[in-house]
Nanobody, 124 residues
Framework: QLQLVESGGGLVQPGGSLRLSCTAS????????MGWFRQAPGKERDFVSG????????YYADSVKGRFTISRDNAKNTVYLQMNNLKPEDTAVYYC?????????????????WGQGTQVTVSS
């Protein structure tokens, strides 16, 4: 069993930055890929970013490429999403999730544990 807890969301102005954190319980974190997803009201839950087990490979949706950076610290059982130059269209609930063993995957169906989500609102 794995529990994921996101934090770091909030209200930020366009162009601002936030860093989201996702902390996992247990010892089943370090060898799994992890992903960040987001969901706005009335829309599907979309892939944002993924990272493999070691952090050596990262992946980004086109909409966030160059603005967001995913990283992880396995010693802390934590994955991060640094979000810079935030735009109003980034407003959503952001979720972290555990993906496949070792490798990341952009598909929601390949993720078995999900956090509760953290709200990110980008507004002036």
């Amino acid at each position: 069993q794995l529990q994921l807890v996101e934090s770091g969301g909030g209200l930020v102005q366009p162009g601002g930055s936030l860093r989201l954190s996702c902390t996992a319980s247990g010892r089943t974190f370090s060898t799994y890929g992890m992903g960040w997803f987001r969901q706005a009201p009335g829309k599907e839950r979309d892939f944002v970013s993924g990272i493999n087990w070691s952090g050596s490979s990262t992946y980004y949706a086109d909409s966030v490429k160059g603005r967001f950076t995913i990283s992880r610290d396995n010693a802390k059982n934590t994955v991060y999403l640094q979000m810079n130059n935030l735009k109003p269209e980034d407003t959503a609930v952001y979720y972290c999730a555990r993906g496949p063993l070792y490798g990341a995957d952009s598909r929601t169906s390949k993720h078995d544990y999900w956090g509760q989500g953290t709200q990110v609102t980008v507004s002036s």
